[in-house]
């Protein structure tokens, strides 16, 4: 009878396709496979579980999880269309702020600017002035990606916006099937679980409807990883090189590992000079599966970190360029990235908890002999459920946190929920099958992600929906200013005509349409067409302009958020971008108030010039004081267009 059984355990795990492996007959974690007498009792149903691992992929279940969440990706725009039925002016649906910068460098290239260009500023990468690299010019891929068809197709920005978002949530979810699909063999499981993945995210992040029952400001936004372009257009990308790596190690035609070899790399470097938490946490991923793969299965290491190695020797070797290109950055670049060194450890985030959990949950499961240490199947659910407590804390070891928060938003929820989903597909389920039918189950988790997916749509759609409607309004001045442009002038420090746009949020979006420059705007720091101490003198002669008294200046401060952004840099103003974070006092406040009316009591012609001004937009009821810009400009009779006033401004005494 035992050796019956024996038998039976060695011909189902052979019919995987996996080659079982002798381990260390100590471990407890990765027990012997080739044992004549098995230790342990093997279930029957976790021997009926074992699928062969060449099943053909019925593609059909993905597409329609698929098609599901490309239909809740359009609801937002949809919403906005509709609620501006025939006043719509083409804008797109907005939930993160720094779309707009995005949006503003592919409309530069659309425009056939060079990839190095500031479109805040209006300065261009010219041989004569050399402007470094950018965040933007560094991780081109994706804006080139979209302004290209979008130029040829004659798109405007906001089109290709609004296109890229259910392109993005389709392949995703595809993506996110084909991972499901490899490695558990349940195409329909696997379709039922996307929408899990995919629509929880915010909720295993620790933010999203939640938060306010803790007495915290919740983050409301949706399906965070349709963020445009970035991560957006990648993040399909970044799903498929976990497909990839699994067909390299599990493959059993050389011709076709190599073939995946190859595509693997590919993605990681499409990762790499897209968006910077993509790569890393790929990167930090396939060493977890070199990690495990050594530990787990001693006998096939050598195979499994050749191929791994192969990977990341085509990676290295095309990465070159990407280390140049960082050596040539702007010196504002790191302070605009919050770049921190620390070696601090950050183990309180609510999804390290989740893995933590994730991860216990395996192990017990190993040592309770539920499912098998050297499975890889197990082993790449274990990775992920990892990889939360490598990005958080990586810094242990390398000295340096760059917005952790960014690896909260868009990477280990994704990562925390596929271990999660593997481990509810991979995981015995004898309790579960006595009272419910385990289709029923995963019908049921698909739902429910599918509905509360919906749920947060809704939500950020009626609290974004004023604002997105404003921006609408304010986008038939964009479409106005790019009739108005005029060629670049041949000044090399302020080549195009500049406006000042009042309303802060408004002026922000203006170059996501309008190739005209700004005075100044929130984003203008993340570019680096200006310096640190140019960036803080345009906010002065914004304030200016707008005619903020020097004794107003820190309640203008307090009232208004993107002060302190502007004023102390993003790693001051915002707790969740650094690792040390130091709060503002009012010492520091103080002292930039006196710096202000220093600048104001001192404001005379020659910055009036730096820049020169060409146009003045403002809401129509408006009640500011623009004294101190008519002291300095003439302003014509101004043109209505919607809800705002467009000037043009002429410099007083000039001929």
């Known amino acids: 009878?035992?050796?019956?059984?024996?038998?039976?355990?060695?011909?189902?795990?052979?019919?995987?396709?996996?080659?079982?492996?002798?381990?260390?007959?100590?471990?407890r974690l990765f027990p012997h496979p080739h044992s004549p007498v098995p230790r342990f009792p093997v279930p029957s149903y976790t021997r009926r579980r074992v699928m062969p691992m060449n099943k053909t992929i019925r593609w059909r279940w993905g597409l329609i999880a698929a098609l599901a969440m490309m239909l809740l990706s359009l609801f937002p725009q949809l919403h906005l269309c509709w609620e501006r039925g025939a006043q719509w002016h083409g804008s797109q649906a907005f939930f993160y702020t720094d779309e707009s910068a995005y949006a503003a460098y592919v409309n530069a290239l659309i425009d056939g600017r060079p990839r190095r260009n500031d479109p805040y500023s209006g300065r261009d990468d010219t041989p004569d002035s050399p402007l470094p690299e950018s965040l933007f010019s560094i991780q081109f891929i994706p804006a080139y990606l979209v302004a290209l068809p979008a130029r040829a197709l004659g798109l405007s920005t906001a089109k290709a916006f609004i296109l890229i978002t259910p392109l993005v949530a389709?392949?995703?979810?595809?993506?996110?099937?084909?991972?499901?699909?490899?490695?558990?063999?349940?195409?329909?499981?696997?379709?039922?679980?996307?929408?899990?993945?995919?629509?929880?995210?915010?909720?295993?992040?620790?933010?999203?409807v939640l938060r306010p029952i803790f007495g915290q400001q919740a983050t409301l936004v949706y399906l965070p990883f349709l963020r445009r372009y970035s991560p957006a257009v990648a993040f399909p990308c970044f799903l498929l090189f976990f497909c990839l790596v699994w067909q390299v190690l599990m493959h059993p035609a050389r011709k076709w590992r190599l073939a995946y070899v190859i595509g693997a790399a590919a993605t990681f470097l499409f990762c790499v000079y897209s968006y910077f938490y993509l790569w890393t946490a790929a990167l930090a991923w396939i060493i977890l599966v070199g990690l495990l793969w050594f530990i787990a299965r001693p006998d096939d290491w050598r195979n499994g970190l050749r191929r791994i190695g192969l990977i990341l020797a085509i990676v290295l070797a095309a990465s070159a360029p990407y280390a140049i290109l960082l050596s040539r950055r702007a010196p504002t670049m790191d302070a605009a990235q919050a770049l921190v060194r620390t070696h601090a450890p950050d183990p309180w985030r609510v999804t390290e908890a989740i893995a933590l959990i994730l991860v216990l949950g395996l192990i017990f499961?190993?040592?309770?002999?539920?499912v098998s240490g050297h499975d890889p199947r197990i082993l790449f659910t274990l990775t992920f459920a990892l990889l939360p407590f490598v990005l958080y804390n990586q810094q242990i070891i390398t000295g340096r946190s760059l917005q952790p928060?960014?690896?909260?938003?868009?990477?280990?929820?994704?990562?925390?929920?596929?271990a999660l989903a593997l481990m509810i597909l991979l995981l015995p389920r004898r309790k579960v099958e006595q009272g419910f039918s385990r289709a029923a189950l995963l019908l049921t988790l698909g739902l429910f992600g599918y509905l509360w997916g919906m749920g947060e749509t809704w939500i950020a759609t009626r609290r974004f929906a004023q604002v997105?409607?404003?921006?609408?309004?304010?986008?038939?001045?964009?479409?106005?200013?790019?009739?108005?442009?005029?060629?670049?002038?041949?000044?090399?420090?302020?080549?195009?005509?500049?406006?000042?746009?009042?309303?802060?949020?408004?002026?922000?979006n203006l170059p996501t349409t309008a190739p005209q420059a700004l005075l100044w705007a929130p984003h203008m720091f993340v570019f680096s067409g200006v310096s640190l101490a140019e960036n803080k003198e345009r906010l002065f002669k914004f304030l200016y302009y707008s005619g903020v008294r020097a004794e107003d200046f820190t309640r203008y401060y307090k009232t208004y958020g993107f002060m302190e952004y502007a004023v102390f840099g993003w790693e001051r103003a915002n707790a969740k971008l650094a690792a040390n974070y130091k709060p503002i006092s009012d010492d520091e406040i103080a002292i930039e108030a006196k710096n202000y009316f220093a600048f104001a009591a001192n404001f005379d012609a020659t910055r009036a010039t730096r820049p020169t001004l060409s146009y003045l937009l403002v809401e129509e009821n408006h009640d500011l004081d623009f004294s101190n810009l008519d002291r300095w400009y003439v302003r014509d009779n101004g043109e209505r267009i919607g809800k705002h006033l467009l000037y043009r401004l002429t410099l007083r005494n000039s001929t």
């Open 1 to 27: 009878m035992e050796n019956g059984l024996s038998a039976s355990v060695t011909l189902s795990y052979h019919s995987t396709g996996l080659t079982p492996l002798p381990l260390f007959p100590p471990s």
């Open 468 to 508: 997105n409607v404003r921006r609408d309004e304010a986008h038939a001045a964009s479409l106005r200013l790019r009739e108005l442009a005029k060629p670049p002038a041949n000044s090399q420090q302020d080549p195009r005509e500049v406006v000042f746009a009042n309303i802060v949020a408004r002026g922000d």
């Open 405 to 418: 928060m960014h690896y909260e938003q868009f990477i280990t929820p994704y990562s925390a929920l596929l």
């Open 365 to 370: 499961a190993i040592f309770r002999r539920r």
């Open 170 to 208: 389709f392949t995703t979810a595809l993506a996110l099937f084909w991972i499901l699909a490899l490695i558990t063999n349940e195409d329909r499981a696997a379709a039922a679980l996307v929408p899990f993945v995919l629509c929880l995210a915010l909720l295993a992040s620790g933010n999203g």
